[in-house]
């Protein structure tokens, strides 16, 4: 069990807008930032969102995160079939000193 | 281009050992950390820990330690991670990771990949 916790699944309509939350701790989110991972099948991670709300070029700006206090929350508006992907929640804890990840969402288009 | 490419496919017997590559190119290799991450088929994802590139100093999470090992050899911008006495839940996808030596001051964004060596150990 994933000491960050994430839905396992979403579903929304193309089009529509969806949220994914990741819920941590004073520990992880609460004091550093979040970073997020999109993850087709069968590839490796990419880095989707990093310093919590920030995009590296080539992330749309269909997504977006907010943070407060100690869980986080990606939202995809637009939603198009080529988002349905895994996708992850990553930070740093202080207490453990390891980088954490949520167990992930599996995001569907419906 | 920044690229991470990782060593091909593994099968190995229970007990036995194994080294995966991870050769960097398109950026500064000793100016950025490589970390190890695992994902077990079906499951999340899983990190290991990461080794300093300037330092060669090795960072292991808890769960890695004994079986595992980080190495480099900067004069080919290449990290490795060796596991010996494999046995068949270290059956997973193994990644490493480029990060800007930022984890411990509560920064830690993965920014690139590599395409990840998927390792299965069965007799």
Same mark, same amino acid.
């Given at each position: 069990?994933?000491?960050? $916790?994430?839905p396992p699944s979403v579903?929304?309509a193309?089009?529509?807008?969806?949220?994914i939350s990741?819920?941590?701790?004073?520990?992880?989110?609460?004091r550093?930032?979040?970073s997020w991972?999109?993850?087709f099948p +069968? $590839?490796?991670p990419k880095?989707?969102?990093?310093d919590?709300d920030r995009?590296p070029? +080539?992330t749309?700006?269909?997504?977006?995160?907010s943070k407060s206090?100690?869980?986080?929350?990606?939202g995809?508006?637009?939603l198009?079939t080529g988002d349905?992907?895994?996708?992850y929640?990553?930070t740093?804890?202080?207490?453990?000193s390891v980088m954490?990840f949520?167990?992930g $969402?599996k995001?569907t288009v419906? | 281009?920044?690229q %991470?490419v990782q060593?091909g496919?593994?099968?190995?017997k229970p007990g036995?050992s194994?080294?995966l590559?991870?050769?960097a190119?398109?950026y &500064?290799?000793t100016?950025? @950390?490589?970390n190890?991450?695992r994902? @077990?088929?079906?499951q999340g %994802?899983?990190?290991m820990?990461?080794i300093? &590139?300037?330092?060669?100093?090795p960072?292991?999470?808890?769960g890695f330690?004994?079986?595992?090992?980080f190495?480099l *050899?900067?004069?080919?911008s290449t990290a490795?991670?060796?596991i010996?006495?494999?046995? @068949?839940?270290? &059956? @997973?996808?193994?990644?490493?990771?480029?990060? *800007?030596?930022e984890c411990?001051?509560?920064?830690c *964004?993965l *920014?690139?990949?590599?395409?990840?060596?998927?390792?299965?150990?069965?007799?």
């Open positions: 069990q994933s000491v960050l $916790t994430q579903s929304a193309p089009g529509q807008k969806v949220t990741c819920s941590g701790s004073s520990s992880n989110i609460g550093n930032y979040v991972y999109q993850q +069968g $590839t490796a880095l989707l969102i990093y919590n995009r070029s +080539g749309p700006d269909r997504f977006s995160v206090g100690t869980s986080a929350t990606l995809i508006t637009g198009q349905e992907a895994d996708y929640c990553g740093w804890d202080n207490s453990l954490l949520g167990g $969402t995001l419906l | 281009q920044v %991470l060593s496919s593994a099968l190995q036995a194994v080294k590559s991870c050769k190119s398109g &500064t290799f100016n950025y @950390a490589i190890w991450l994902q @077990a088929p079906g %994802l899983e990190w820990g990461w300093h &590139t300037s330092t060669w100093n960072t292991y999470a808890q330690t004994g079986r595992f090992v190495s *050899d900067s004069s080919v490795y991670l060796q010996s006495s494999l046995q @068949a839940d270290d &059956t @997973a996808v193994y990644y490493c990771a480029r990060e *800007d030596y411990s001051s509560g920064i *964004d *920014d690139y990949w590599g395409q990840g060596t998927l390792v299965t150990v069965s007799s």
